[in-house]
């Protein structure tokens, strides 16, 4: 047990994904969201007990409901593919075929080693083939992706593949930009740091398109 403990620790100081795609299991939504709530409240209630907290007290009676829906409606609500966001896209009749860049896109996420904040912005910038997006799609792409227990790295790749797909072209670039609090707030302690990642196809391969980027954000 202490073996497993000691490996456990390891993997939470690291940045390890088995894959791009967020790790469920085949029967992840077969319970309503509703008994989810009640199962995680009940399970909550009995950490918070363990803890030696009153839950007596008025301020801490409804804390274990009040985590539970925040989980399943909030927090967490990005692993449910019926959250995922419509994308719409649109013919570029404008014929605008320069690069467009939208920035400092806020996010909030979870790291799945803690479940500890992640909080950050992401960059995006894509040069169309025909297609465009409405600006807000961007951020809901990254709000629905943020919202699970993430890695980084995993959800920079997923914003990209999103993005990819509805626009159909590889002109993609995403950074993210990132606080992780279970840096910043125990380990280390370290209150400086911060972890930025990308990924990037088609013509952002292009040192030239690529640095356009970079001086625009």
Same mark, same amino acid.
């Given at each position: ?11 939470g100081d690291n940045h390890i994904s088995t894959s791009a795609e967020t790790p469920l ?16 409240? @009940? ?14 007290? &008025? ?23 019926? !959250? ?7 013919? #570029?009749?404008? %014929? ?11 996010? #909030? ?33 990254? *709000? ?5 227990? %993430? ?9 990209? #593949? @999103?993005?990819?797909? *509805?626009?159909?072209? !590889?002109d993609v670039i995403v950074v993210v930009e990132a606080e992780h609090l ?7 302690? &370290? ?7 990308? @990924?990037?196809?088609?013509?952002? @391969? ?12």
């Open positions: 047990m202490k073996q497993q403990h000691k490996i456990a620790d390891s993997i299991r085949a029967d992840a939504f077969v319970m309503p969201d509703d008994q989810k709530i009640e199962a995680i409240a @009940e399970h909550y209630k009995k950490i918070m007990e363990i803890l030696g907290l009153d839950l007596t007290d &008025d301020s801490l009676r409804g804390t274990p409901y009040r985590v539970g829906k925040m989980y399943v409606k909030e927090l967490f609500s990005g692993l449910n593919p019926k !959250n995922k966001p419509e994308i719409s896209v649109f013919d #570029n009749k404008y %014929q605008y075929n320069k690069m467009l860049v939208e920035s400092q896109i806020t996010f #909030n996420s979870s790291c799945e080693h803690h479940f500890l904040p992640i909080i950050g912005v992401v960059h995006i910038g894509y040069i169309s083939s025909g297609k465009v997006i409405g600006l807000s799609k961007m951020n809901r792409i990254v *709000a629905y992706y943020g919202r699970r227990p %993430q890695v980084q790295e995993r959800m920079t790749i997923q914003i990209f #593949n @999103e993005l990819k797909t *509805a626009l159909q072209t !590889n279970c840096v910043s707030t125990r380990g280390v302690n &370290d209150k400086t740091t911060k972890t930025t990642t990308l @990924e990037y196809g088609g013509k952002f @391969e292009e040192d030239q398109v690529r640095n356009d980027f970079f001086k625009m954000i």
